[in-house]
């Protein structure tokens, strides 16, 4: 394996369970150095259970998780877990990033340095005293990833980015962290958005429970691995150039535009 591409996580067969019910089964997966992965399924499929898997803030009750020694991880919540009211400035949710859990809990001059460069290098650096719940959505995912991108990591996760965002919003956010992969970060996301991830994203994992395939979008979204993964029968037609994905019983039709990969 070459330098460019070894592999950061790996796991192996792994289960996790919430009581005596596993909602991750048997899961072999592993992230490379420069990936962008998008980990697609139902809700209760397991998405951020894999998500966490690869953080590390949750244990498997069986199979293995293997790290490169010394990589550092990035994570970006669900917007919607986050307490909006909460008296918080832009500056001040980055630079948590470094002093929760300090003795002094004050910043640095060269941790500021760290957040204006941060916040520049994402397209907000005006924004470092506004209060948080006075931004946009797309500003406010831009406000978590500079947090996550504070410790400088290898790869960064993100939980549902583009979740209750606009479709301006979306192409934004999921443009910008093309970006961060162009420049070398490897990027793990989950979504729910089809549209989305078969536009941008090089490679999707479908989950639900277990991993149902893995790969380029074109050869993972046919009609088997959706009906496998979503439980529904759905036909892929294409059409201009564009896949459409159609949902059999509800005819709700998504176009899905083919990966660039």
């Not at 898997?53 to 490169?68: F, K, N, Y």
């Not at 400035?89 to 002093?99: D, F, G, K, L, P």
């Not at 500079?146 to 479709?167: C, I, N």
């Not at 149902?212 to 993964?229: H, K, M, N, Q």
Request: net charge neutral.
């Amino acid at each position: 394996m070459t330098q460019e591409r070894r592999t950061l996580i790996e796991l192996d067969r792994v289960t996790c369970a919430y009581g005596r019910r596993p909602v991750l089964s048997n899961a072999t997966l592993a992230v490379r150095v420069g990936d962008f992965s998008g980990i697609v399924g139902p809700s209760g499929s397991g998405k951020t259970t894999l998500l966490r898997a690869l953080l590390g803030s949750v244990q498997p009750i069986a199979g293995s998780v293997r790290r490169e020694r010394g990589v550092t991880l990035g994570y970006v919540p669900q917007v919607e877990t986050v307490n909006w009211d909460f008296p918080v400035t832009v500056s001040e949710v980055v630079i948590m990033a470094r002093t929760r859990g300090r003795i002094l809990p004050w910043a640095s001059r060269n941790e500021r340095d760290d957040v204006e460069e941060v916040l520049d290098r994402l397209g907000i650096a005006g924004l470092g005293r506004r209060h948080i719940r006075e931004l946009s959505g797309g500003q406010q995912q831009r406000v978590f990833i500079a947090r996550a991108l504070l410790a400088k990591p290898d790869l960064l996760l993100l939980d549902e980015p583009t979740s209750g965002v606009d479709v301006r919003t979306r192409h934004e956010v999921l443009h910008l962290l093309g970006d961060l992969n162009a420049e070398g970060l490897a990027i793990v996301l989950t979504t729910h958005d089809l549209n989305g991830i078969a536009s941008h994203l090089p490679h999707l994992v479908c989950l639900n429970t277990e991993i149902i395939a893995e790969g380029e979008p074109r050869r993972v979204l046919t009609s088997d691995v959706l009906e496998r993964t979503y439980g529904e029968p759905m036909d892929v037609l294409e059409h201009g150039g564009m896949q459409i994905i159609i949902d059999r019983y509800e005819h709700n039709v998504i176009p899905i535009r083919r990966s660039a990969s």
